[in-house]
Every structure is written in structure tokens, then in C-alpha cells.
């Protein structure tokens, strides 16, 4: 079995059905509108708005119903116009991402603030195999030292730029 991008495009076999154009579309209008319910109900305990007051609810339901609507206009295009095949997921970038952010959230404290940047930006850059690492990292260290710059002086947030154990 082929798993090639193009391999189903190449054998005209499609796992969708035929009133189904585009399945990328469709499927990713079909998530949208769970995600929305899925807020909705998260948020049916919440008060609303009552008069002209919002409530803690109120927000939450505005974006689950713009968010519902969005993935019916999005499902309608997968219906309506033609479009490529799904593709083979890949769980690289999304794997990469996520641990680049969870790097930063448990080393933020002991690490410090340059450390913890810069690692959690070099496992962000290992998302894909298209990296320049000269290039990566003359970034990271320019994030990194505007974030030292941006968070504790300019927004006045106590951070701690070095490690606990280099601080008196």
C-alpha cells in the first residue's frame, strides 16, 4: 500500500462519500462545530446575560455560537466545492509544539527566564525536518533576550531571568 500525499488522488479511490467534495473542509467543519458544542455545554452552568449586564457565561456562549457557525460555512465548502483528499496526519509538529510549551511551563521557575525560552524555542524548531539551525538559533537568542527585555523591565512582571541556583 501506497501512502504517498497523492496516492489516493492517483487511484481515484476516496474514502469519503460522493456528495462529499472536499473532505479536509468538511472534516475540519465537523470539529469546529463539536468543539463549539462542546463549549456550550462546558459553559451551560454559567450565568448569562441578564439586561444589560454580561455574565461569566456570556462570552464563552458569543464564541461557541461564532464558532459553530464558522464550521457550518466551513462544512458547506467541503460539500460544495471540490478539494483534495485528507492526508496522512503527521504528529511531529503538534508533538514538538506541545512539549516546547510544557518544557516552558515546568522549567520557567527553576530554569529562569533565558534558559526556559530558549530551550522551549529550540524544541518548537525540531516541529519540522525543514529547520536551519544556524538560522534557529540566531532567532531563539533574539526571542529570548526581547522576551528578557519585554516581560520583567517593559511589562514590569517579576520574572527571574537566571536559574535559582545562580541567584543570591
Known amino acids: 500500500m501506497n501512502d504517498a500525499p497523492g496516492h489516493w488522488e492517483q487511484t481515484g479511490k476516496s474514502m469519503a462519500p460522493k456528495w462529499i ?3 479536509q473542509d468538511f472534516i475540519a467543519g465537523v470539529v469546529l462545530m463539536a468543539l463549539a458544542l462542546f463549549a456550550l455545554w462546558a459553559s451551560r452552568d454559567l450565568q448569562g446575560m441578564d439586561g444589560a449586564s ?3 457565561g456570556t462570552a464563552p456562549r458569543i464564541f461557541a455560537g461564532l464558532l459553530f457557525t464558522l464550521g457550518f460555512g466551513v462544512m458547506l465548502v467541503g460539500i460544495l466545492s471540490k478539494g483534495p483528499p485528507i492526508q496522512k496526519y503527521r504528529f511531529r509538529g503538534p508533538l514538538f509544539i506541545s512539549l516546547a510549551i510544557v518544557s516552558f511551563a515546568f522549567t520557567i521557575r527553576p530554569l ?3 534558559i526556559s525560552a530558549f530551550v522551549s524555542f529550540m524544541l518548537a524548531a525540531l516541529a519540522t525536518d525543514e529547520t536551519r539551525w544556524g538560522e534557529a538559533i540566531i532567532v531563539g537568542v533574539c526571542l529570548t533576550v526581547g522576551c528578557s ?3 520583567p523591565y517593559a511589562l514590569g512582571l517579576p520574572f527571574q531571568l537566571f536559574p535559582r ?3 543570591p
Request: no cysteine; glycine share 14%; aromatic share 20%.
Open 112 to 114: 529562569g527566564l533565558l
Open 54 to 56: 454580561f455574565g461569566a
Open 165 to 167: 541556583f545562580m541567584t
Open 149 to 151: 527585555l519585554l516581560f
Open 21 to 23: 467534495k472536499h473532505p
